[in-house]
């Protein structure tokens, strides 16, 4: 028979209550504009990936358009994929 303290038994500290909230951290978003004299380009990147570019002529009577990024997730070369097209946004009354 053994006497004595009783046995104490070392449980780990609550880890929600010692470690902080886990944050997801915002997205990197960069908006890059080059322009010249004919032509302004406006670049939309979210995490380092291109979202949206357009470009808006400065020339009177010439409407912006929009040029589709590629996702990286399809083949450039398979028929259907808009990657490197202009696109021009039609206004439907």
């Not at 104490?8 to 990197?28: C, G, I, K």
């Amino acid at each position: 028979m053994a006497t004595g303290a009783p046995a104490q038994t070392a449980l780990p500290p609550d880890a929600s209550a010692s470690a902080p909230a886990s944050r997801v951290p915002e997205a990197a978003v960069q908006r890059q504009v080059s322009e010249d004299d004919n032509v302004r380009i406006e670049e939309l990147k979210v995490r380092g990936q291109t979202q949206s570019i357009t470009v808006r002529s400065k020339v009177p009577g010439v409407k912006p358009y929009e040029i589709v990024p590629s996702s990286g997730a399809r083949d450039p070369s398979q028929p259907g994929d808009l990657s490197g097209q202009r696109l021009w946004h039609m206004l439907s009354f």
